[in-house]
């Protein structure tokens, strides 16, 4: 560990971002590559499995990995397991996952291991717009948490807190919806065209509506709205929610202990506890 | 001893008119024995009227154990000892050849009854032994008897001497002739206790059923021989008119061999019931270790064993349903054959090689248990017939889960990733592009794009949903009903399963939501998986408006197919108005 860069460390240096990939795909990988380069990145490694980019981190010190789910050998979950391996290893390195699919279980997973931020889930859709791919990339180097829209419009479109979420104004839901994503309130504000102070007036109206507890760590904040939101997609009141056992039904985030044998493998823990 | 012509077709001709036989052999019998001892009645009319019971007791049971297979000579000895034992007590007419007669019928009456009991049950001999002490008794008995009436007196003998009474032989001294009685008195019980001996190995050897068939006749003869040994030390042989008690005791003891005989045959006869009644009581439809325990305990033979012939298999099992090969036509155990009514192989059944001695009972509880067996065996092919259609199901049920599987890799991998990196190859162009003209129309390709990726995602998603083979059912359903209408509560474990019964739940669930979405107008759904005891349970309940039914051809219908196909069952409850709830049991 001690070997490699901090966050303050790549801030004091002026070169560009160093990103390594791993996907099975050698042709998404090249095109990536290419992207990412004419948008002043630096590909420092590609591989094409998770394991081959994992062993040459330390020759390749990378700011940000980026990681395919499906890879070999299993084509299932390869790229969770390495996401979770590397935050766990090289806690410096910021880790965003491409997906073919956006799907919940699997960006909650990753996103409530509870090793804080630098840590992305995206549609591999989203290369197409170099804009908001070294948005992305910037966001999770930057120790933020990245969450992609099509995931947080399934959550807020989910009918279970259908009624709470008709209490927030348009502008409210729009901002509740950046949070989840991931974005500071200065991010919120700039995608938004908002002042700072209306951004957090909305915030706050967000936050009282939804009888959610405020936090003033962007992290946390992010947790907590998808909590929230995760709450309303599974219901609660189920058996199991508040044991938060393994074999239960809990449907809670869970930042804490993380497990690799299952999307569901969460153990009751809340963030703010 | 082979049966003489004639006696054979008498006895087939007396069993074919069995009450005439009766009739007229008890009454020939009861006549006769009166004459023989019409002077005693005079005297002891009480043991007189004894003898006769006893002639005919005999004569009778002969008549009955008539046309038993294998009882040939047991029905010889019994008649000719119906005939001697009234002989016996022609003594008490004191004229002519009465006394020779009576000493000649008296000793042979014995011969002759140990000779139908040794051949009893079989009709043979069963060794050596038993050949030898018959031949001694055969041989010594008549002979000694002959000797004794050519060195005594009459009146030794408790004749009354009369001289209308035929003799013969030169006496002897008394005191020679009385040693001489001894030793062969001695003899009589030697030969009483060889008796007892062939008698313990045979029960010894015997299996069950026969030990419990002969049993009673030989404690019946034993107890003769040995009370008849002993009189023999005191009394010769009846010599008068006048019946002495002991030879009451006698008369009173043989009664029990006929008895004993008829006792047997009762049983034999209780054993065929026992078997079709065993039979009758069977389960159906009837396992073959149902018959085969039937077989069993009627048969008294723990080691039957039924080998059923399976035709689609072309081979034998046994009543455990092991494959085995019955045993060969040459083995120790009495190997019987069975076939169908139209001739086919039906079945094997073996018994342990001592019930070659009742083959007449094994084949009535063979026969008997045909029909099971016909019917076992039908059931067996059927069960084996209905396991590989279930097999070959399985076997299309995961080939069907692995080309969804396959053809979904396909898309992620084939045209899903071109796609993605045609993507990256527009983001690229985007950057480069400073022409309007060209940045709408990559604009417009892009926003293209993104269509056809999120149309091969649904396509995809349909075909097999990724999320499922990768996380299991619970991720896979709450990805799906995420994007439903209809509010939907899961109780689903995180635990995984099968990849097909995974794949069959997620179907079924998911087609039993798009029924609650388009059909039932409900506003909630509960999804409730459990998993016990070798069963997944799926509850799917809506608050919708019931009165779901299947219909040939409809999604219900398509949804029972899927669940049976899995070797499960399904339950739709819809009252209409109450809601519908739809259960799957799937074995796992």
């Known amino acids: 560990m001690s070997t490699e860069k901090t966050h303050a460390d790549r801030e004091e240096g002026n070169g560009p971002v160093r990103v390594a990939i791993a996907d099975d795909s050698a042709l998404f990988r090249e095109g990536l590559a290419m992207l990412l380069t004419a948008a002043g990145a630096e590909v420092v490694a590609q591989a094409g499995t998770a394991d081959d980019l994992i062993r040459g981190l330390g020759r390749s010190r990378p700011d940000a990995v980026i990681l395919d789910i499906r890879m070999p050998p299993t084509f299932t979950d390869e790229g969770l397991v390495a996401a979770e391996r590397i935050r766990a290893e090289h806690r410096a390195i910021a880790v965003l996952v491409l997906s073919t699919y956006a799907e919940t279980p699997y960006a909650l997973r990753l996103l409530g291991d509870g090793g804080g931020g630098g840590l992305g889930y995206l549609l591999k859709d989203r290369v197409d717009d170099v804009g908001a791919l070294q948005d992305a990339l910037r966001r999770v180097i930057d120790g933020r948490l990245v969450l992609d829209e099509e995931i947080v419009a399934g959550l807020l479109a989910h009918r279970r807190r259908a009624d709470e979420l008709a209490r927030l104004t348009p502008r409210e839901r729009m901002v509740l919806a950046h949070m989840a994503e991931g974005r500071s309130n200065q991010g919120i504000g700039a995608r938004l065209h908002l002042a700072p102070k209306t951004v957090e007036n909305h915030i706050a109206g967000v936050f009282s509506k939804l009888g959610m507890p405020a936090s003033a760590d962007d992290n946390r904040r992010v947790l907590a709205v998808l909590t929230w939101l995760r709450n309303a997609a599974a219901g609660p009141g189920q058996p199991g929610a508040a044991a938060g056992t393994s074999a239960g039904t809990s449907s809670v985030i869970t930042p804490g202990t993380h497990s690799t044998s299952g999307p569901g493998h969460q153990s009751g823990f809340s963030p703010f506890g | ?588």
């Not at chain 2, 019409?38 to 043991?47: Q, R, V």
């Not at chain 2, 005919?56 to 000895?77: P, Y």
């Not at chain 2, 969804?404 to 898309?411: A, V």
């Not at chain 2, 993104?450 to 995809?460: G, I, P, V, Y």
């Open chain 2, 1 to 588: 001893m082979p049966h003489p012509h004639l006696p054979a077709r008498l006895s087939a001709c007396a069993a074919r008119h069995r009450p005439w036989c009766l009739a007229i052999g008890g009454t020939a019998t009861a006549a006769g024995a009166i004459a023989c001892q019409w002077p005693a009645f005079g005297h002891s009319p009480l043991a007189a009227t004894l003898n006769v019971v006893v002639a005919l007791a005999f004569a009778l049971t002969a008549a009955m154990l008539n046309g038993e297979e294998s009882l040939g000579s047991v029905t010889a000895a019994l008649v000719l000892g119906g005939l001697l034992w009234p002989l016996s007590w022609t003594a008490g007419w004191d004229a002519g050849p009465s006394a020779l007669v009576s000493t000649f019928a008296y000793t042979h009456f014995w011969v002759c009854l140990g000779w139908g009991v040794l051949r009893y049950p079989t009709g043979r001999l069963q060794n050596n032994g038993e050949r030898v002490l018959l031949g001694v008794a055969v041989l010594v008995i008549p002979l000694a008897n002959l000797g004794l009436i050519g060195i005594g007196r009459p009146e030794w003998f408790g004749y009354s001497g009369h001289p209308d009474v035929w003799w013969y032989g030169e006496p002897i001294g008394h005191g020679a002739f009385d040693a001489v009685v001894w030793t062969l008195d001695g003899l009589t019980l030697v030969l009483a206790a060889a008796f007892l001996l062939v008698v313990r190995g045979r029960l010894r050897r015997y299996s069950e059923l026969d030990r419990r068939i002969f049993r009673p006749v030989a404690l019946a003869l034993l107890l003769a021989f040995v009370l008849a040994s002993t009189v023999n030390f005191f009394v010769y042989n009846p010599s008068d008119a006048d019946i002495g008690p002991e030879f009451v005791a006698i008369s009173l003891t043989l009664l029990t061999i006929p008895l004993a005989f008829a006792a047997a045959v009762l049983r034999r006869v209780f054993v065929r019931a026992r078997i079709a009644q065993l039979l009758a009581t069977l389960p159906t439809p009837p396992a073959v270790r149902a018959v085969r325990a039937a077989l069993r305990a009627a048969l008294h033979d723990d080691s039957a064993e039924i080998y059923l012939w399976l035709p689609g298999e072309d081979h034998h099992v046994d009543a455990d349903g092991a494959v085995r090969p019955p045993p060969p036509p040459g083995a120790a155990e009495l190997v019987m054959t069975l076939r169908t009514a139209t001739g086919a192989p039906l079945a094997v059944i073996a018994a342990a090689p001592a019930m070659r001695r009742n083959r007449d009972l094994v084949e009535a509880a063979v026969r008997a248990s045909a029909l099971a067996l016909e019917n076992a065996q039908l059931h067996a092919t059927v069960a084996a017939q209905l396991d590989a259609v279930r097999a070959s199901r399985a076997r299309l049920v995961e080939a069907g889960l692995h080309e969804r599987r396959r053809l979904e890799r396909d898309l992620h991998d084939g045209a899903q990733q071109r796609l993605l990196a045609l993507a990256t190859r527009l983001g690229l162009a985007r950057t480069k592009a400073t022409d309007p003209d060209t940045i709408s129309a990559i604009e417009a390709a892009r926003e293209d794009l993104r269509h056809a990726l999120a149309d091969l995602r649904s396509l995809a998603r349909g075909i097999h949903p990724a999320v499922l083979s990768q996380g299991g059912l619970r991720p896979a359903l709450e990805v799906v009903t995420a994007a439903l209408p209809v509010e939907v509560e899961l109780d689903v474990p995180v635990a995984r399963f099968e990849a097909v019964l995974e794949a069959g739940a997620y179907y079924t669930i998911c087609e039993a939501l798009t029924n609650t979405v388009k059909h039932a107008g409900a506003s909630r759904a509960r999804v409730a998986v459990r998993h016990d005891d070798g069963i997944v349970r799926i509850d799917v309940t809506d608050d919708g408006k019931g009165g779901a039914t299947a219909v040939e051809g409809g999604g219900l219908a398509g949804l029972d197919d899927r669940v049976r196909a899995l070797g499960g069952a399904l339950v739709i409850v819809s009252p209409s108005g109450g809601g519908t709830r739809l259960t799957a049991s799937i074995p796992c």
